[in-house]
């Protein structure tokens, strides 16, 4: 059973336009959220991350807002750029004393020139 | 700095071998793991490790081995390979000192069984 979910698998988008992607989670004891960044071929990179104590992280033209009570977090990227186009995976993990991390299973971004 | 590397980065494989996938960081990382990912199925955990002689299983543990001997190799063992195991598969580390560190991964190990 997922306990992250990402719908929406794809997202075009205009270059200097906003890219907003978004999550959902069920597991209430999640409390630390994280989106990684991937190009083909290449491992997984850490993006932006979030603590549930707090509803709004930024950092440059990435900002993630979280959501609580909805079980929802989401990802913007203003403004889009090329170098953008990537998948993004959000993540979640807390609650089993491991800090294993749960995975959604992925948005690909499209930013046009 | 290499940070998360894993060799080799693509292997075939016939039905019923054995290999191990290398992970190695230079990081000091306590924690260490190993992902795999399929289409349309996002990653999914399968071992993990919090420190050295510390190991558990993930989310799809089965037909895979893992040994913890050092802090900086984490290798994972594919006893008898199945067409079912054709995956890219990653490693990831951390650092457990500092709370709500993310993980690092490797550029990951693209494998096919035949």
Known sequence: ????KQNSPSLSVQEGRISILNCDYTNSMFDYFLWYKKYPA?????????????DKNEDGRFTVFLNKSAKHLSLHIVPSQPGDSAVYFCAASGGDGNNRLAFGKGNQVVVIP | NAGVTQTPKFQVLKTGQS?????AQDMNHEYMSWYR?????GLRLIHYSVGAGITD???VPNGYN?????????????????????????CASRNVGVSNQPQHFGDGTRLSIL
Do not use: N
């Open chain 1, 1 to 4: 059973d997922q306990q992250v």
């Open chain 2, 19 to 23: 290999m191990t996938l290398q992970c």
């Open chain 1, 42 to 54: 290449e491992g997984p990179t850490f993006l932006i991350s979030i603590s549930s104590i707090k």
């Open chain 2, 66 to 90: 893992v040994s913890r001997s050092t802090t900086e190799d984490f290798p994972l063992r594919l006893l008898s390979a199945a067409p079912s195991q054709t995956s890219v598969y990653f």
């Open chain 2, 37 to 41: 990912q399929d289409p349309g199925m």
């Open chain 2, 57 to 59: 299983q993930g989310e």
